[in-house]
């Protein structure tokens, strides 16, 4: 939606074709009948009456002039066009500059928008609407204003100096403007460039009654200092000027030439004109003035002189050239055949001389500063120098459309040259898109029919048989050209072209519309008869005496060169038709855009439209022809999303959503729609409508579905609104009961712990108390936390004799849970034990059953293993060959000592199962039945001193046996268990006793000290001193 100007609502694109009775249609591709000029005409008349002054043909802009301000051109309006699509949105010249813009910044391809129409139309309105729409949407550095700023100041001095007021158009540019604004890379203008063309510089001598002079000449008389106007001699009078009253109107009420004064002034600065610079452009002006004044008369001898003494003398002032050579240019003319002769000319040449003088200063003025607005705008920044490469340009092209008067001169014949090419360029621009477009969709293009105007191009400019080309010829040739010579000479080149006419070529009927001096073009706008009469004068300039001005831009302007040359200069033509062609050149390289201005009315009132005079216009900027050719194909095109976004609802199968892919979505609405195939075609990512008609039904479908649709929207809007609330209000029950359950469920929990903490501290008081309600969790908890940490911690090996404190009531159970456990343990103890392993456990005991706590050697035998026989193979063959059938079942090597010496020997003491022997070597020194053994002493201490008692009455015993061993406990162990004397086995605390013959006994006295020392003592007892051991 849109809201335009006046508050009304206007609807966009599409919406609007359902409203087309109202405001026709925003796109005239979408005109039902779109070969009728009428109805084309209908259709702006329509659009003018709502104030809607743009309209489309395609991308082709057409605006009617308003002839008074809308409010259509805010910053709102600006931003509202930034980045939207063309389409998307009501037509306006800020689209164009937006789509302009994106394409530029997109395809990173340079752009052009060519703006015609014809004088008083809007072109230079438009194209400063273009300018302000980038200075304000496009991004801007501090750096880069000083560009923007000069961009949009370089208008109003142009304006000054090529714009005058008009029966047309107060305001109407009299030169022809093509201005490229350059962007870098982030899409800042950084620098312009301005071409101009073909100024009117007749103006500068003359003006049609109700015309004015160029504005620059008014706003100086106005607005200058008094001081300044005195310095060049001028006065604050407009009427004192024949240059200027020529038209009969230096005062116009729609001009403010003061204040517009001021704004060049500004203007000037801010682009960066020096002071000097400003004075001698000021000079030239006033020198104009005063050229005007300038009069001639006859003298005595009837030669013509100047009679305005005093023009003469600021004239020389103001342009810095030598008073009388200035006299005699404009009183005499050079005889560039005849060497440095002069003649005198003629009063009527003198004042032809002195016009001419006029026009050039000001044109090659006009040209310096365009030169010097260029150098001002030029993209020079060092800083930015390396992003040149990826700057991108928007050309500006302001031109007259076709001129058709009631006397066309040459000037009129360039405008419509100009045009003729540019039409030229569109056709081709315009045909080379559609099916590049087309192309790039995969649909086949159709030929379009539509008028080439190449024919007319080439009737003008073609080498050697083009008008130009023989206007050449004829002003090139020896001897004076004649209006006359030419015209025949181009009846006979061109006689016979379909596009061209003269008075003697036509027949019977057009004969009478064509003069004699004349010729007829049939453009392809339309006819237009060109006068010849002039049209070779005009070719050439008078340039002598500017060439040696003091003035520095008229110095600059006129070469010496061109002054002293032999050479003829171009003509107007030629020139005028290469600087046509290098423009066409630019515009090619460039894409193109264009907005083709229309003016309603020629009284300049708004809200007048003048039918006859649009239709006039319509014609004349081809309007018919470009939508010809953009309604060759198909009238409308949209990218399959916007498309089906519009008229999903009118397709169950598309409605709410598509899913698939857009192609088919738009595929399955249209054959819904009940669409023929001849009456579209779907393209890559667009679907092509061949007629305006098949649209119109569409959006008659829609707009006649919108009411059910809204119904829908607001019962479904409702049905969502209300199960939200429903949703809302349930979420909201169950947090609330689910938020209520878990916060009881934790206050709970903290009761129930408080509680037992309570009963914990008040069962701890309780503890030692009989059981009761106070301390019954305690004592609970107590034995359930025993018996848990049994449960996890049980002792872990026979050994082990860790055990938890019971609570006292637990103490019995804990007894016999310990006993029970230590018995398990030792049950499966013993299912693992080996037989060796067995044996040697039972020997252990035996020995602690005699030794434990009886000698003080015990404690270090207990964790050394016994053994089976200490002598392994020591054993003497012969010896056990002695023993025969009784084996020797535990050998050690033994030292016996003497019953009566006590001398030691070394002897083995070997045990078989029924008897001990002492052997020596080979030798068995003494054998003790086990039968006969009484028993066996050892000490307390710490010695390995044993003493084996037999029965001395025995004859075949020896006696008590004295013996040492290091293995003491084990020997002792053995021969007590294989003779059974466990319990005969005897410790003595301070000495053993013992036999030595039959009565006689003999001592052994045990006593403690630092080492073994075994000795005789006093009284015939043997001394034996055990080590002590060391406190463990
Ligand atoms: N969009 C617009 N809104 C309001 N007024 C406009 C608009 N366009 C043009 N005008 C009015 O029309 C006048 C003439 O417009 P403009 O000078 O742009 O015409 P032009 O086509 O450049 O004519 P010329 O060929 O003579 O230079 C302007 O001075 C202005 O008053
Ligand atoms: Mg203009």
Redesign the pocket.
Known sequence: MEVGGEGRVHRVMESTLTARDRVGVQDFVLLENYTSEAAFIENLRRRFGEKLIYTYIGSVLVSVNPYKDLEIYSKAHMERYRGVSFYEISPHIYAVSDNTYRAMRTERRDQCILISGESGAG??EASKKILQYYATTCPVTDHMSTIRDRLLQSNPVLEAFGNAKTLRNDN??RFGKYMDVQFDFRGAPIGGHILNYLLEKSRVVHQNHGERNFHIFYQLLEGGEQDQLSKLGLERNAQKYHYLVKGCCPRVSSINDKSDWKTVRKALTVIGFHEEEVEDLLNIIASVLHLGNTQFGEGEDGETQITTEPQLTYLSKLLGVDGPALREALTHKKLTAKGEEVSPLSFEQAVAARDALAKAVYGRAFTWLVAKINQSLAFKDEVYNSSKGSSSVIGLL?IYGFEVFQHNSFEQFCINYCNEKLQQLFIKLTLKSEQEEYEAEGITWEPVKYFDNKIICDLVEEKHKGFISILDEECLRPGEPSDISFLEKLEDTLGGHAHFVTHKLANGKTRKAVGREEFRLIHYAGEVNYTVNGELANQSVNSRTAGSSDNQILSQCFHREEVTTQKRPETAATQFKNSLAKLIEILMSKEPSYVRCIKPNDAKQSGRFDEALVRHQVKYLGLMENLRVRRAGFAYRRRYEAFLQRYKSLCPGTWPNWQGRLADGVATLVQHLGYKPEEYKLGKTKIFIRFPKTLFTTEDALEARRPALALTLQTSWRGYRERAKYHRIRNAVIQSAWRGMKSRRKARRRRHAAEIIRKFIKGFIYRHYERCPENEYFLDHQRFSFLMTLVRNPPKSVLDKSWPVPPPSLTEASEHLCRLCMQNMMRAYCRRIQPEWKKQMEQKVVASQIFQDQKDSYPQSVPKLFVASRLGREFNLKVIQTLGNDKVKYGVAVTKYDRRGYKARPRQLLLTSSFAVLVAEAKLKQRIDYAALRSISVSSLTDGFMVLHVPSEDNKQKSDVVLQCDHVIEVVTKLATMADKKNKVNISQDSIKFAVARGKEGVIDFTSGSELKVAKGKKGHLLVTAPQLNPR
């Open positions: 072109k230079t109407s540019s302001d």
